[in-house]
């Protein structure tokens, strides 16, 4: 077992084992979105000859999830490589940000204090559009003279990360789809990177974020999964988009040990 997934799952036991005495709450996506991010890139030969060829791409053509719950994240890249000698590379990347929150607050009169501990629970990918479909090529600016020992068989996995939102976004079911992607900040304790398709569900110890907006310390912002996988800078047309259900699992109440 990988090193890393062993000290979440040892953590993950502490803090059920901890926590069970306490009352549990569970809680779905009171407002969610995908928030979209693009990035047009090319190599220096586009610039000095203007008359190379400059043909169009197709634009993204996902539509909003229209399920409860389900948040849509991942990103699609096109690239057209030019002509040598002098050949005018393009690269085009959209990021799909998807973004949610929970509504700590509304807790609040309603559950014993202290807050104990929350996890947040990421399951159920479903790939979508082009779902997932990557080749490992150059990396797009390797250096002249850099090798690079890469793959032409494509994969179907590909890495996600969940942080903690730093920017409002537009609120409300499916509110805001399409609006550019917002900063983020990591989580405080959590390895937040895992891979998809999941065999099991991950579970992310999210209780600094969640104990800051219950009590008012931090206004709620939500959290946002977003890509992490390295082929977005790839020299090829790759594709990991899919939709994930989301869940919170929050604790509360007196150590009773």
């Not at 407002?31 to 990035?39: D, E, K, R």
């Not at 229209?66 to 994240?73: E, H, K, T, V």
């Not at 700590?104 to 014993?112: C, D, E």
Request: aromatic share 10%.
């Amino acid at each position: 077992m990988n090193i890393f997934k062993w000290i979440k799952q040892v953590v993950l036991i502490a803090i059920s084992t901890t926590l069970v005495a306490c009352e549990e709450r569970i809680l779905v996506p009171q407002s969610w979105t995908t928030l979209l991010g693009i990035a047009r890139k090319q190599s220096g030969a586009c610039s000095i000859f203007p008359s190379l060829d400059r043909t169009g791409f197709g634009g993204l053509s996902l539509s909003a999830p229209d399920s409860a719950g389900r948040i849509l994240a991942g990103y699609t890249t096109t690239f057209a490589p030019g002509t040598p000698p002098f050949a005018c590379d393009r690269l085009h990347q959209f990021t799909q940000q998807g973004v949610f929150l929970f509504n700590v607050a509304s807790l609040r009169g309603s559950v014993p204090v202290p807050f104990r501990g929350a996890v947040l629970e990421i399951s159920n990918f479903t790939p979508v559009g082009r779902g997932i479909n990557i080749i490992d090529a150059e990396p797009w600016g390797l250096g002249f003279g850099e090798g690079w020992l890469g793959s032409s068989v494509p994969r179907n996995t590909c890495q996600f990360k969940v942080v903690r939102a730093n920017q409002a976004w537009a609120n409300g079911t499916a509110g805001g789809w399409g609006r550019a992607t917002i900063a983020t900040e990591n989580l405080a304790t959590a390895r937040a990177t895992f891979t998809a398709p999941m065999a099991t569900n991950v579970n992310l110890d999210v209780s600094q974020e969640v104990g800051q907006w219950f009590r008012g310390d931090r206004p709620e912002l939500g959290f946002a999964i977003m890509p992490a996988d390295s082929s977005i800078n790839a020299k090829a047309s790759n594709s990991c988009v899919g939709l994930f259900t989301v869940r919170l699992r929050a604790f509360f109440g007196e150590d009773e040990s």
